[in-house]
């Protein structure tokens, strides 16, 4: 779906969104290349972790999480229709292009990098950077609902409001997750990926970690 002509909401549940160089450049990589299902996806993702991080009274530069938002998905669009890697990782790279190209500290880049890289493998966000651990949250409250309840209905009604989920989001998401991984059913091994393919692909066939080990060369 083309996104729509729409002014950038200058404050949503009480966070100022970014409009920086930087922050305009993120938003409109991400409007250029994924469909709105993913980049309405991607604001909320923001305004919720922001919101995490304002109750944990962790420091989360803005900008550094609004990079972060935009850029997770980067690599479910068409420019990576050649990659091989887990698509998370091409996201993770997107990102560090575009802040090396505006000149960010060498930590700031890392930081977003691995937050991208790890924003859905369950289990490691939440034990390495606030940055990581407020982002993987913040996908899963927008998904899954998960933590749903330390948001309060205004904040979420405002949300919603400012960036609609609009009819069927769940079932949109899930193709738009299974369109960038496609053509390669390989790199979801070990990963939720693997789950959207299973969905929706009836060829799809899952590596096994036993059947690895199981059919090794190796002769005990």
Avoid at 86 to 111: C, F, K, M, N, W
Avoid at 132 to 160: H, K, M, P, W
Wanted: proline share 5%; glycine share 6%; charged share 20%.
């Amino acid at each position: 779906m083309l996104h729509k002509r729409a002014v950038r909401p200058v404050e949503v549940a009480g966070l100022r969104i970014p409009h920086t160089p930087l922050a305009i450049a993120a938003a409109e990589a991400a409007r250029a290349l994924l469909p709105e299902v993913v980049t309405g996806h991607a604001s909320r993702v923001f305004v919720f972790a922001s919101l995490a991080a304002r109750q944990e009274a962790c420091a989360c530069d803005a900008d550094t999480l609004y990079v972060a938002a935009m850029c997770a998905n980067m690599g479910l669009s068409a420019a990576y229709a050649h990659s091989m890697l887990r698509y998370e990782i091409d996201g993770a790279d997107a990102a560090r292009t575009l802040l090396q190209h505006h000149g960010a500290p060498s930590g700031v880049v890392d930081d977003i990098w691995c937050a991208i890289a790890l924003h859905m493998t369950p289990g490691l966000p939440e034990h390495m950077s606030p940055l990581a651990r407020v982002l993987s949250s913040a996908v899963r409250t927008d998904l899954f609902a998960e933590n749903l309840g330390a948001y309060s209905q205004a904040e979420c009604d405002q949300i919603v409001a400012a960036y609609p989920r609009g009819a069927f989001f769940k079932e949109r998401m899930i193709e738009a997750i299974g369109r960038g991984l496609a053509h390669r059913p390989l790199s979801t091994f070990g990963t939720v990926g693997a789950d959207v393919l299973e969905r929706l692909d009836p060829d799809f066939l899952r590596t096994n970690f036993c059947g690895l080990i199981l059919g090794s060369p190796w002769e005990d």
